[in-house]
């Protein structure tokens, strides 16, 4: 009931939009990467093209495409109740999957529209085959479809290796030979398809050199590499404070829980509560083995508690996306670009390469990357914008304040016309010239002013009726205006 009342309600986050749009990507003929900035591994967004192509273009989309999210969601809880029962029994298991579902991090993080979830879900499968003894290929192949989701499954590779070692758990050469062939299948046909479309130099910039950078600029990176060594002790220690007299995989998979968050911790260079999905299926085996039946009361009536508040009491926060996705829809047609932070409109491609997210924001603020906004606006003609905000860099943000009109949650090229009836043209194109009451008539560049024209780039003056804008044409046409802004105080 409650994921049934937060998948109508609960924010759109906009990682979410930003995953999507590289959906988009696909289904437009575009490839990612080459021609649309991401920086996270393809088969997630490859996966779900179909249905994005399916569905269209359509403002409600991120509500529809929250849908295979549920199935992941479903497996996943089968796969940890599978695994619990494997590990400890049924009544272990019964109460692995009530708290995993209902544990706010997961609960929220799963019902978004987010590759994690299809990482978490192979690596589950993954740790199924090997406590079924399925064939090495197969729990090879399960971990390469992870990598392809998501890079972070490098964590989970040095995960089963350092717990390997640990608890003495031995491969023969063979296994691991067919295992390693399997993991390469799915990795290797995507890094043919790519360098044979041009696009590999692109896929290593985007998802090594464009995310090492991060390491670049957090300085409170020394802190994680100094208490490694401490944190890596201690899970040697509880490991061999707790080794059973012979090996069990409750004692391997203990250990690999111990080793995963030592090693996040210590080394990966941007951390986030979704970076520890795949954990949270194995911890909480092992929080429902650890407690009895009271105490899983508890944790339960503190969760749903806890989803309350970080869900904002399900209150609806998904209607400001739609309706800025409605205005989108109708302000610009296929085709036509529209600048975004990171690809919330999803349905336009973007004249700035890069996804202003938080990584790339630092990278601009840094010097690491450029703010080429009001050059690739020009270049691109590009007359659509998102709204203004605090997220956008101080350069681009300045450009677009200054040639762009708000008209709701969208902003259009033009400018209000000053009292000596002068004013600037940034992004060359056809526009009119409106006042609260429709279309003005007057003398524009001294010309007498009867309609739409095309209007270069520079300095203009439009003389007669005053308190005036100037808007690219096709946005009034299309039913906006400066003077009635949509949703402006939403």
């Keep these: 009931m409650l994921r049934a009342i937060a998948y109508f309600r609960y924010r759109f986050d906009s990682d979410e939009q930003q995953h999507l749009h590289v959906v988009w990507g696909w289904t437009a003929g575009l490839v990612p990467y080459r021609d649309v900035f991401d920086n996270h591994t393809p088969l997630f967004h490859i996966v779900m093209a179909p249905l994005l192509a399916l569905l269209g273009e359509r403002a409600d989309i991120l509500l529809w495409m929250r849908a295979p999210m549920l199935l992941l969601f479903g497996v996943t809880i089968w796969a940890t109740f599978d695994v619990a029962r494997r590990l400890y029994d049924e009544q272990v298991a019964l109460r692995a999957v009530v708290l995993l579902a209902l544990f ?79 993991f390469a299948i799915v990795p290797g046909v995507l ?14 910039y985007c998802n090594f050199v464009f995310n090492g950078k991060i390491a670049l600029i957090r300085k409170e990176l020394w802190l994680g ?15 061999r404070k707790y080794r059973p007299a012979t090996f069990t995989w409750r004692w391997f998979f203990g250990v690999a829980s111990g080793v995963f968050t030592a090693t996040l911790l210590g080394w990966w260079i941007l951390i986030s509560p979704r970076d520890f999905l795949a954990l949270m299926p194995i911890a909480a085996i092992f929080v429902a083995a650890f407690l009895q039946l009271r105490g899983v009361s508890v944790a339960i009536v503190l969760s749903v508690l806890a989803l309350f508040y970080y869900a904002d009491r399900f209150e609806n926060h998904t209607d400001w996306h739609i309706t800025m996705m409605q205005q989108a829809l109708r302000l610009t047609h296929p085709g036509e670009m529209l600048l975004d932070l990171k690809g919330e409109t999803i349905y336009r491609r973007r004249p700035f390469y890069h996804a202003l997210e938080n990584v790339a924001r630092t990278q601009l603020a840094h010097g690491l990357l450029q703010d080429t906004i009001p050059e690739d606006v020009i270049r691109t003609r590009t007359y659509v914008a998102q709204a203004d905000g605090p997220l956008w860099p101080p350069r681009g943000r300045a450009f677009l304040s200054e040639n762009f009109l708000n008209i709701g949650r969208l902003r259009a090229a033009g400018q209000m016309v000053r009292e000596d009836g002068t004013f600037s043209i940034a992004v060359p194109g056809e526009y009119v010239v409106v006042n609260e009451h429709g279309e003005v008539r007057g003398r524009l560049d001294g010309v007498p002013y009867a309609g739409a024209r095309q209007l270069a780039a520079g300095a203009h003056r439009f003389e007669g009726v005053k308190h005036v804008a100037v808007l690219w044409a096709p946005a009034f046409r299309r039913g906006h205006s400066p003077f009635h802004p949509r949703d402006l105080d939403f």
């Design 225 to 239: 590499r100094a208490l490694f060594p401490v944190m890596a002790g201690i899970a040697i220690w509880l490991a």
């Design 104 to 182: 706010p991090p997961f609960f929220l993080k799963s019902l978004e529209f987010r590759p994690d979830n299809a990482w978490t879900l192979f690596w589950m499968l993954a740790v199924l085959a090997l406590l079924r003894g399925a064939r090495p290929l197969v729990i090879g192949l399960l971990l390469g479809c992870a990598l392809a989701v998501s890079i972070k499954t490098t964590l989970l590779l040095a995960t089963l290796a350092g717990a390997a070692i640990l608890t003495r758990r031995r491969w023969h050469t063979r296994w691991l030979l067919e295992a390693m062939a399997g």
């Design 191 to 204: 890094a043919i398809y790519f360098a044979s479309v041009g696009a590999w130099d692109e896929l290593v």
